[in-house]
T-cell receptor
Framework: NAGVMQNPRHLVRRRGQEARLRCSPM?????VYWYRQLPEEGLKFMVY????????ESGMPKERFSAEFPKEGPSILRIQQVVRGDSAAYFC???????????FGQGTRLTVV | GESVGLHLPTLSVQEGDNSIINCAYS??????FIWYKQESGKGPQFIID?????DKRQGQRVTVLLNKTVKHLSLQIAATQPGDSAVYFC????????????FGAGTILRVKS
């Protein structure tokens, strides 16, 4: 059973471009969570999704950031018009149920130049 | 360990010694806590969890202690090994759906051989 798969592992974007980060949850997991980690800090919650539904997006910046988890395919975190402050590691986690332990992927390290 | 500026606190221990990593939380209503280990370039890895109706829980070589009176958690690692070197985070589960993890700042554990 493969773990949570995130791609790409590293992503470099110029200011103003779009960044798309993908997350395939573990098999049988229908709950997906996105977190952001700045250097030498803990992870900060961004959004919680179930298939085709955003349940809690209280940690998402109001502009430029969006997330989806379609019926088929991976969850996508999309950042439009990236700025240098978006540079961070973005982690996805998944769980089979809400109250269950969440397993984290290896993360995508976004660098905005 | 002691924190300096923005750097994470660091705990250096000799291989074979016991390690104690501490964490304070702020929400007295929190009822579920988790310790994670994060190695360089990887996502957080679940170590052990504890609910607020317990004050101690033991795993393999690890023990978590919870003191609700002073809102304090600790992680004890017995017979610390070089492979234990990592950043350790405590996290509490919050949110309307119990879906969010709020992470502490983290502690670097360095094991000297």
């Amino acid at each position: 059973n493969a773990g949570v798969m995130q791609n790409p592992r590293h992503l470099v974007r110029r200011r103003g471009q779009e960044a798309r980060l993908r997350c395939s949850p573990m098999k049988g997991h229908s709950h997906v969570y996105w977190y952001r980690q700045l250097p030498e800090e803990g992870l900060k919650f961004m959004v919680y999704l179930q298939k085709e539904n955003i349940i809690d997006e209280s940690g998402m910046p109001k502009e430029r950031f969006s997330a989806e988890f379609p019926k088929e395919g991976p969850s996508i975190l999309r950042i439009q018009q990236v700025v240098r402050g978006d540079s961070a590691a973005y982690f996805c986690a998944s769980s089979p149920q809400l109250a269950a332990e969440a397993f984290f992927g290896q993360g995508t390290r976004l660098t905005v130049v | 360990g002691e924190s300096v500026g923005l750097h994470l606190p660091t705990l250096s221990v000799q291989e074979g010694d016991n390690s104690i990593i501490n964490c304070a939380y702020s929400n007295s209503a929190s009822d579920y806590f988790i310790w994670y280990k994060q190695e360089s370039g990887k996502g957080p890895q679940f170590i052990i969890d504890i609910r607020s109706n317990m004050d101690k829980r033991q795993g393999q070589r690890v023990t978590v202690l919870l003191n609700k009176t002073v809102k304090h958690l600790s992680l004890q690692i017995a017979a610390t090994q070089p492979g234990d070197s990592a950043v350790y985070f405590c996290a509490e589960k919050v949110g309307e759906y119990g879906n969010k993890l709020v992470f502490g700042a983290g502690t670097i554990l360095r094991v000297k051989s």
